[in-house]
């Protein structure tokens, strides 16, 4: 039996971020994942670190993405410096452009929900968007640029996040899949992997839309896949220095030149396949935003799944289970959300108390729902 103070299932940039901060804190950290860590939404992800809510559902979420969005910068240095790798990060704003006919009217709502929320945002008439991104088309009819938004190369983040646990004293597990939570009374005494358990006085779910399928954890943790379809392209002749959206699509710049273009959002299980139907939606609507992208080459495409709860909102804190805690569930928004995840957890296993209200979030909600809908219901 292994034993260690924290026992972290998944490895991805949630699990793997907050083994770090843990292992940093002094705690001994151990960390399982099934298969090699960092392969599943954390390698397929856009990267896009903005706290804008993209409807009205994610207003709740808007606090902690500009939190975590403030973290950033720190968060990247720290992870750079330990682990020694470039994670890829660009603090360069982000385009948003408007094809509408009645552009006058939604700018404004646009920019006034924007302020009401605290966000930065500036309108733009089209010949200013087009003169900071060329590469927009020509039917643009206005823009809404966020200058204070970013990206991040999620896949070189997430390694980085994984070299910097490990060097902070983490370990990880590869090829160590969790069957269960270890209950006991009102405990949680650790994880029970395929031929051992692992003793620990905190357990940690963060094995994304996986989470609800260790056994003990959906009353938790009712998380389902939402599928994502991206393709990466590069045009060596066609600058974006920004992240651009439509209200179709987003175009993500990364260092090495490629431009990544995503994403659908589709509830299909835990099925990851590349679809005709879908690369055709995002290049149709990539070209539509970006006309010179027509002679661009498609170097990948691929798919990944989303952590997605309920209510489209994360899942963070403890349980009624001693010990056991939730990080999970962060939808569209776990990259954004990783560095305000990892400082809340932290926070909650060494004082035991956290610098923001995270009610919202708890874990306990989906019990809570379910009993109220028990109560209600007809006899
Ligand atoms: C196409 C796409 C685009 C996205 N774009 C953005 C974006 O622009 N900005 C943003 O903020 N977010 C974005 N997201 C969301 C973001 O990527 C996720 O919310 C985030 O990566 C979740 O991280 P995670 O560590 O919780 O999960 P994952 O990265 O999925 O990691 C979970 C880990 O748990 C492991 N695991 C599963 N089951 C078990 C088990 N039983 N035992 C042990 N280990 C297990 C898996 O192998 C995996 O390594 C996007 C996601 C997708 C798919």
Partial sequence: MKQSDVAIAGGGVIGGSIAMELARAGLRVAVFDRQKPGQEASWA????????????????????????????????????EISGQSAGFRPKGTLEALFSHD?????????????????????????????????????????????????????????????????SGAELFAGSSVKAIWREGQGCRGLVLQNEKVEAKWT????????????????????????????????DELKIERVLWSEKIYLVPRNDGRILAGATVEYAGFDKRVTAGGIERILSAAIELAPGLKNARLEEMWAGLRPDSPDHLPILGPTDLDGLLMATGHFRSGILLTPITAQLIREWITEQKVSLDWDRFSPMRFQAAAANAAQHAPA
């Fill in 45 to 80: 992800s856009a990267g896009i670190i903005s706290p804008a809510p993209e409807n009205p559902g994610m207003i709740a979420t808007v606090e902690l993405g500009k939190k975590s969005a403030a973290l950033y910068p720190e968060f990247v240095a720290l992870v750079e």
């Fill in 204 to 235: 940690i779910i963060t094995a994304g839309c996986f989470s609800g399928t260790i056994e003990g954890v959906a009353a938790y943790a009712p998380v389902r896949p939402a599928k994502g379809q991206m393709a990466a392209l590069r045009a």
């Fill in 103 to 167: 552009t006058k009217a939604e700018l404004s709502t646009i920019i006034a929900v924007h302020h009401g929320l605290g966000l930065k945002a500036e309108p733009l008439r089209a010949e200013d968007a087009r003169e900071l991104e060329p590469a927009l088309s020509e039917e643009v009819e206005a823009a809404v640029l966020r200058p204070e938004e970013a990206s991040i190369d999620n896949r070189a983040l997430t390694a980085a996040v994984l070299v910097a646990a490990e060097r």
